[in-house]
């Protein structure tokens, strides 16, 4: 009877190991999505703010310009 409780636990040993690294796998893979995943984020936030910089210049750009034409359009004004 001892024998077969010593293989009873080996069984429930193995099954165990088994389940744990089943779920060790799936969890690291998880993980490894979820790392790939914050990465197109960060590119996509990087691009983004890329985006942005280029349109805050061409704003700022075209605000100058047109303070100059007003400036102009005042001067041709009082001739």
Known sequence: MAAEEVLQT???????I???????????HEKIQA???????LEEKLTLKQQYDE???EYDSLKQELEQLKEGLLL????
């Open 10 to 16: 080996v069984d429930h040993y193995k099954t165990e």
């Open 18 to 28: 088994e389940r744990l690294t089943k779920e060790l796998t799936e969890t690291t």
């Open 35 to 41: 790392a790939e995943y914050g990465l197109v984020v």
């Open 55 to 57: 349109l805050e210049a």
């Open 76 to 79: 041709i004004r009082e001739d």
